[in-house]
């Protein structure tokens, strides 16, 4: 899915009127398959401890304001809230660069992408955007948590087989509706977080908002909306179905269990 989100980037990054695929076919064009995929390495050495945080507090703070019993909503939105401005924080270096190095091919790898803008611009601008990307996240995962739950409850029965598409569905279309009405502030941060590289100077949230909607309308909002809804159906159906998938393996899913239901892949 790595190509996809390279592909939202450009279009969020220079404001094209190109379509999705006119912006792929560009990117194949002037630099091959490798422009697909540059600046991957950097997310993935970010992502990994990143999640594996964000799951575990998620978890924590299920519990603690008691998502388990009552009206879940308020709950599931708190400890969605708390693991997101955690795992946030581990993660928006590896973005920044990520984001620097898929919009720009003046990079020998994404170590000398780091090394290039802690010299230019300091190690502040490793974290540029992630006051918004907290203010983008926190409601993403509040909706995208509130819309997963009770589909996933209402997907999955108790039954001879586990079902994991029953999560995977679910985990898909809440990626769709977050991702959807989230992209106004994901087209902020990519704006902050690749300004060194774009040729413009933006600077905080709100000043971003406000030149994007003077100089693009509520178009400059949702450039790059139909990349980034396909790329959280997909990475998040994958993610939450492997995930439940796991904590139904290891007894820690909050599923009924019988004497007959086994936990298969389809």
């Known amino acids: 899915m790595f190509p996809v989100d390279t592909i939202k980037t450009h279009m969020q990054a220079h404001n094209t009127s190109l379509t999705f695929r006119q912006t792929g076919r560009q990117i194949y064009q002037t630099g091959g398959t490798r422009a697909l995929f540059r600046g991957m390495t950097a997310i993935m050495a970010s992502a990994a401890p990143a999640h594996a945080v964000y799951f575990t507090m998620y978890e924590y703070f299920r519990r603690l304001f008691g998502a388990n019993s009552g009206d879940p909503s308020l709950a599931l939105g708190l400890a969605g809230a708390c693991a997101t401005i955690i795992s946030d924080g581990i993660l928006a270096p590896g973005d920044t660069i990520k984001q620097r190095c898929q919009i720009s091919n003046n990079y020998r790898n994404p170590l000398a992408c780091a090394r290039h803008v802690i010299?230019?611009?300091?190690?502040?601008?490793?974290?540029?955007?992630?006051?918004?990307?907290?203010?983008?996240?926190?409601?993403?995962?509040?909706?995208?948590?509130?819309?997963?739950?009770?589909?996933?409850?209402?997907?999955?029965?108790?039954?001879?087989?586990?079902?994991?598409?029953?999560?995977?569905?679910?985990g898909g279309g809440a990626g769709v509706v977050a991702a959807c009405l989230t992209n106004p502030l994901d087209v902020t941060r990519t704006r902050l977080q690749t300004r060194g590289d774009i040729g413009k100077a933006y600077v905080g949230m709100f000043p971003t908002l406000r030149e994007i909607y003077v100089n693009e309308g509520m178009r400059g909002f949702f450039l790059g909306v139909q990349p980034r809804m396909l790329f959280h159906s997909v990475s998040a159906g994958v993610l939450w179905g492997s995930y439940e998938y796991f904590k139904f393996v290891f007894g820690a899913s909050d599923i009924p269990p019988s004497d007959s239901l086994e936990p298969i892949l389809p």
């Open 119 to 170: 010299q230019r611009e300091g190690y502040r601008a490793l974290w540029a955007g992630y006051t918004t990307t907290i203010v983008m996240n926190v409601p993403f995962h509040a909706i995208y948590l509130n819309v997963y739950e009770p589909l996933r409850k209402f997907l999955v029965v108790p039954s001879e087989k586990y079902d994991i598409m029953a999560h995977v569905v679910a």
